[in-house]
């Protein structure tokens, strides 16, 4: 069973290799070849979740072979509750991705789908190494696929946004790199064992301000990728640049490997130093709900508005996790998910609208609930996810995180209830203004056909699952929650007994 | 001289005679093919590699040469470059016509230069190596005399080598006032007190910062990246300053410890402004040999962060990045010389325009190449920076490791710069026929290429074993 984790790594990595050198000049085949990668990628995924087993403790599966012994570097993967979700995410966004680009992609479509399954293989790799000097290859792995997608295949501003991109994330990842090879040095000199081993530097006894820093290092690896506040001016041009699968991929994925890093590394490797800094943090998440929220109101732009919106999104996660109790740690870890489903649901959902009217600008579209009824009626179950409308994804993690961080501090909890405030006039107005009002002339529009009718069928009924029934969800993120919340009881308790 | 000695001693031999029995083909009355030549010329290197692994490791001859797994693999790279070399000038356009016995027993004699200074204990023989190392460049630099600069580089090369010996010599002689002895390790064992050893190994320093172009010492390298055919520079950008390295590394790592201790401070302050000035001259560059001259000075600066740590990480941190580094650059100049036109190179990053499209492989390769130097897993250039950052981590030298990754940062910039044009779309479709590559061209670069990746994902070929 275990290797099958290898198997989510290199399966799209060799499909990429093979259709670059293969059909490098076949569009059909490399299509088809492309799709049935994915599907069989998500497969895959799907068996893993059926043989796993939500009652047990950590990891379900591991994965352990030794790479550069003289460093105590290994190839290490593991799969908890948390990863197999975001792999089943992962899994189930890029063939949803390749399937909204079909027509979208007018050149090097190969080429283009080879990049989508090199980014998957990444990602895939981010949600399950365990080793720092791993996690990190692929880190750096998935970014660069990602830069010639926004690069090569983008609107008219492409390149400013992929630099930018590039390299912001980049800095970011570089001082983690600084932070993990101290993390090594200084576990080494206190065990005599020098090893990149997640597992046996959980208990690294850090010096007080060493581990400050160290963990400031890893917090502006994930705080550029969430984005969090002061670091986040790359996302609005990415999104806006990007094509429309790099904005599902960008948008569902690659800001919940942030997330995901803080939850698997920054808490657990400094737990105490994370204690002291969760305050900032999350005033940041604060700031970011807020400030997202209200940038939105005033885009124009559609993907803009959507990307702004993530950035309000994914301040409720970081409020979430530095709240750090059961409810708030569950709502931001279901909020991932939501987020990753309503959100990609959009931005696919504009990539169809884009593609039938060649404008993202709402003050050009209007009136497209009546000749297009069934991609209005879409836009409207992801919107009012999006709200956080009760009985949708988006509802559940909202509300959870909510929860929890009243018990922590009310005014938090009162400023980001402010935010879904905000959330629900920037999200109506935009609907009002593109699909309610006066009928646009174009005379050209057609509805959804069966492929689109079909991807954004998928996602409405995960929204669906999640906003309804989120117990098989909730049932795996228990044990990873216990371990998170255990770690906030051995600091609080170690700093009473000190104080006695 | 025992029988070991002579098998030692065989690849230096074969380079040596191969060099003039290439020179000596010129004189037979029938004429011979300038690919006859080329192929006498890598079966030499050939033979000299396979010679190599004859070696009994580790030997030492009379305090002159010494034999180990670290020149073994050296100069093993060294002859693995001067076959790519001589693909590369086979198929250049503008030097096809002008390869006749000379070059290419130029070639011979400067590897033979380069293996010497690779393997020599003693300071005498260093510099021995160190010349016939340096003069086949000054004629190299300028063999096609009608090119734009093509002199002005060539002496500018030999002023600059001049220089760089005289310190190298005046480092010589303080180090003999010292200790009396020429031979390294006997230099390593008899040290005195005061500055004297510091003061002659940083004058040596001198005398190799020239050829590695490190700050302050760089001013020469863009001018003559950008003179030399393409080949030319992607020898000495590559191999020569591997070679150079690996002596720098002899001397300080392996064998004048406490003098690599007194000099810490020096190699920090080198190592950040080699990495600032490298990288912040590229920023704006828009010839890409002189940007990838500026790039290589940056390099030079990170090996230099892993010399600043002063442990036993930094020294393995130090070789690995040399051959990184080698590998990296032979690769990217590699592609430049295989994409050159009829008469010049292609300068302007503008003129690489589409260019990755229109030859995939060659476009994947120079990607592989900038990646790897900018630093991107799983290639070598990666796992150096890891090993080079890490050990000034290890040190404590936080800062420095800190000021290493904002360069990195930056550097990315332009690697990608080049990057995206090679890969934008053409202005217009020019209708000209895509003139097919050279196989012999193709099997080098895939062949450097195979090397890049595949040390990055088993460094573990190359770090372990060394003293």
């Not at chain 1, 080429?111 to 750096?140: K, N, S, T």
């Not at chain 1, 010096?207 to 550029?224: R, S």
């Not at chain 2, 390295?245 to 201790?261: A, H, K, S």
Request: proline letters at 4%.
């Amino acid at each position: 069973m275990m290797y099958w984790l290898s198997v989510l790594i290199f399966l799209p990595l060799s499909g990429a290799l093979l259709i670059v050198l293969a059909w490098h000049s076949n569009v059909v085949m490399a299509r088809r070849a492309v799709l049935l990668f994915s599907v069989a990628e998500l497969l895959i995924a799907l068996g893993l979740w059926w043989f796993a087993d939500p009652g047990s403790d950590g990891y379900m599966y591991i994965v352990r072979a030794s790479w550069i012994p003289s460093m105590g570097i290994q190839f290490l993967l593991g799969m908890d509750g948390l990863s197999l979700l975001l792999v089943l995410l992962t899994a189930l966004l890029i063939p949803i991705a390749i399937l909204v680009s079909w027509h979208s992609v007018k050149y090097h479509w190969p080429v283009f789908a080879a990049l989508l399954l090199a980014i998957e293989a990444g990602i895939m790799g981010v949600f399950l190494a365990l080793d720092l000097i791993l996690f990190y290859v692929f880190w750096e792995l998935m970014l660069v696929p990602m830069y010639f997608l926004i690069g090569l295949w983008g609107h008219e501003r492409r390149l400013y946004a992929a630099y930018k991109f590039f390299l912001f994330t980049l800095t970011g990842s570089l001082l983690m790199l600084v932070s993990i090879l101290g993390l090594y040095f200084i576990h080494g000199e206190q065990t005599g064992i020098y090893t990149f081993d997640y597992f046996a530097l959980l208990h690294t006894d850090l010096p007080d301000t060493t581990g400050m820093w160290l963990m400031l290092g890893f917090f502006a690896a994930f705080a550029v990728k969430i984005p969090v506040f002061p670091v986040h001016s790359w996302l609005p041009d990415a999104h806006t640049e990007a094509p429309t699968a790099g904005s599902i991929i960008l948008a569902g994925l690659l800001l919940k490997t942030g997330t995901y890093g803080l939850l698997r590394f920054c808490l657990p490797l400094f737990p105490e130093d994370s204690l002291e800094f969760a305050p900032f943090a999350m005033a940041l998440g604060i700031v970011g709900i807020l400030y997202g929220a209200f940038l939105a109101l005033v885009q124009e732009d559609i993907k803009r508005l959507i990307a702004y919106s993530s950035i309000s999104h994914l301040g409720f996660v970081v409020l979430g996790i530095y709240a750090w109790n059961q409810e708030s740690l569950h709502g931001a870890m279901i909020l991932i998910l939501a987020h990753g489903v309503t959100t990609s649901a959009m931005f696919a959902i504009v990539g169809m609208l884009e593609e039938r009217s060649h404008t993202r600008l709402l003050s050009r579209l209007g009136g497209l609930l009546l000749p297009m009824p069934r991609l209005g009626t879409m836009l409207l179950l992801f919107t009012l996810s999006a709200m956080g409308m009760p009985g949708l994804a988006n509802f559940v993690g909202e509300f959870l995180v909510l929860a929890g961080v009243y018990q922590i501090s009310a005014s938090f909890a009162i400023a980001g209830a402010m935010g879904i405030v905000a959330g629900a006039i920037y999200l109506l107005w935009m609907y009002q203004r593109a699909m309610l009002g006066e009928v646009n002339e174009n005379p050209a529009w057609r509805d959804l056909d069966l492929r689109e009718l079909s991807v954004l069928a998928i996602l409405a009924i995960l929204v669906l699952w999640l906003g309804l029934y989120p117990a098989p969800f909730l049932d795996y993120l228990q044990s990873p929650t216990d371990i998170i919340i255990e770690l906030n009881t051995v600091v609080t308790t170690g700093m009473e007994d000190a104080s006695h | 001289m025992q029988a070991i000695d002579l098998i030692n001693l065989g690849p230096f031999i074969i380079l040596g005679f191969g060099g003039i029995t290439v020179l000596g083909l010129g004189i037979l009355p029938a004429h011979v093919s300038t690919r006859t030549l080329a192929a006498v010329t890598i079966i030499i290197l050939i033979l000299g590699t396979v010679a190599t692994t004859l070696w009994k490791v580790p030997h030492e001859i009379d305090g002159m040469l010494v034999f180990d797994r670290l020149s073994r693999l050296f100069v093993q790279l060294c002859m693995l470059g001067a076959i790519v070399i001589t693909i590369l000038s086979l198929y250049y356009p503008t030097t096809q016509k002008e390869m006749r016995e000379e070059y290419l027993s130029l070639i011979l004699f400067t590897t033979l230069g380069m293996a010497l200074f690779i393997s020599s204990q003693n300071l005498v023989m260093a510099f021995v190596g160190l010349e016939i190392l340096s003069v086949p460049l000054f004629a190299l630099i300028a063999w096609l005399p009608k090119q734009q600069h093509a002199i002005e580089g060539g002496i500018k090369y030999a002023m600059l080598a001049g220089i760089a010996a005289a310190f190298f010599l005046y480092g010589t002689t303080l180090a003999y006032v010292n200790s009396g002895s020429l031979n390294i390790a006997a230099l390593g064992q008899s040290l005195s007190d005061g500055h004297l050893p510091a003061i002659a190994v940083t004058l040596l320093l001198v005398g190799m910062g020239f050829k590695l172009a490190l700050v302050p010492f760089h001013m020469w390298s863009p001018d003559i990246y950008q003179a030399a055919p393409a080949p030319v520079t992607a020898l000495f950008a590559s191999t020569v300053k591997a070679a150079v390295l690996i002596f720098l590394i002899r001397l300080l790592c392996l064998n004048l410890q406490p003098v690599w201790e007194a000099l810490l401070p020096l190699l920090w302050i080198l190592a950040v402004i080699s990495m600032f000035a490298g990288n912040l001259l590229a920023l704006l560059q828009q010839n890409i040999k002189r940007l990838l001259a500026y790039s290589s000075i940056a390099h030079i600066g990170y090996i230099f962060v892993a010399l600043a740590a002063g442990n036993s990480l930094g020294r393995d941190a130090a070789i690995y990045y040399s051959l990184a580094y080698a590998l990296m650059n032979l690769g990217a100049f590699a592609v430049v010389a295989a994409l050159a036109l009829t008469g010049k190179d292609r300068q302007t990053l503008e003129d690489y325009r589409g260019l990755g499209r229109q030859y995939p492989i060659l476009g994947i390769s120079m990607a592989i190449s900038l990646l790897a130097l900018a630093g991107l897993p799983p290639t070598a250039g990666f796992v150096a920076k890891l090993l080079a950052f890490g050990s000034a981590v290890e040190a404590g030298h936080f800062i420095l490791a800190i000021i290493a990754v904002i360069n990195t940062a930056i550097a990315f910039y332009y690697y990608l710069h080049i990057l995206v044009i090679f890969f934008a779309e053409e202005k217009e479709k020019t209708g000209q026929i895509i003139a097919p590559l050279p196989k012999g061209t193709l099997v080098s670069v895939i062949v450097i290429n195979s090397f890049i990746i595949g040390l990055g994902i088993f460094p573990e070929l190359i770090t372990t074993g060394f003293p």
